[in-house]
């Protein structure tokens, strides 16, 4: 990105600080405590450690502009805590011991995955929250919706494939930005210009020339709001 930066706006480079979060629901009920039982656990939780998924740094962060994913709500399923409350993302948990899994199993209840209305309503919270005190341009990524090996012609018999549920939510995200004005970078209509084939390499990964082109589209972003 600081490449584009660079050769079209020589004075400038893009400080950027990068936080995961697991989910919309998740980020929201976040305050930065951490519940004492998953320390144990920091290992098990790789890349999504307790700190990173009780974090509230995108609230309470500074920052030019804001950028969000509709990503995690589209692919991640969440477990609540049967008497604590909270929620978790058991990052690959089919590879944790028999011991931790039935520990998970026994006192946590399976969330499933969020429906796009769900999804929206949250993204809107997010948004009023990031607003309540900072007004800095709040952009948010699509996703493409071509999922290779897909084929599917008959909904009725399969009606939540994977590449409607994101066209689901990417439709969910152009009504979040006419509410609310954020600006959205189009992965989704990236990709279908470029072709799949050249800019995919699976679901959600992009090739290079992917990967430059979506870089491309969030400088023009940037420049569109008077960020440099």
């Not at 009780?54 to 589209?74: G, N, R, W």
Request: proline share 4%; net charge negative; charged share 25%.
């Amino acid at each position: 990105m600081n490449e584009i930066v660079r050769a079209r706006f020589p004075e400038c480079t893009l400080r950027i600080r990068h936080e995961l979060y697991t989910r919309s629901d998740a980020l929201l009920m976040a305050t930065g405590a951490v519940a004492e039982e998953l320390e144990a656990r920091r290992a098990l939780l790789e890349p999504y450690v307790p700190e990173v998924q009780f974090s509230a740094a995108l609230f309470e962060t500074k920052a030019d502009a804001y950028v969000l994913s509709i990503q995690p709500d589209i692919m991640t399923a969440l477990y609540r805590h049967k008497s604590g409350g909270y929620v978790l993302y058991p990052s690959n948990q089919e590879s944790w011991p028999a011991a931790d899994r039935n520990w998970l199993q026994g006192n946590f209840s399976f969330l499933g995955m969020l429906d796009v209305e769900s999804a929206m309503r949250n993204l809107e919270r997010i948004i009023g929250r990031i607003r309540s005190t900072n007004d800095a341009p709040i952009l948010v990524y699509n996703v493409s919706s071509v999922v290779p090996g897909e084929s599917v012609r008959n909904y009725a018999e399969f009606p939540e494939s994977l590449s409607a549920r994101i066209r689901r939510f990417n439709l969910g995200l152009i009504d979040v930005s006419e509410r609310t004005g954020i600006s959205i970078v189009d992965v989704d209509t990236l990709v279908a210009r470029a072709g799949a084939d050249r800019t995919k390499i699976d679901t959600l990964h992009l090739t290079p020339e992917g990967a430059r082109l979506v870089a491309n589209e969030f400088v023009d972003a940037l420049e569109e709001l008077d960020l440099f």
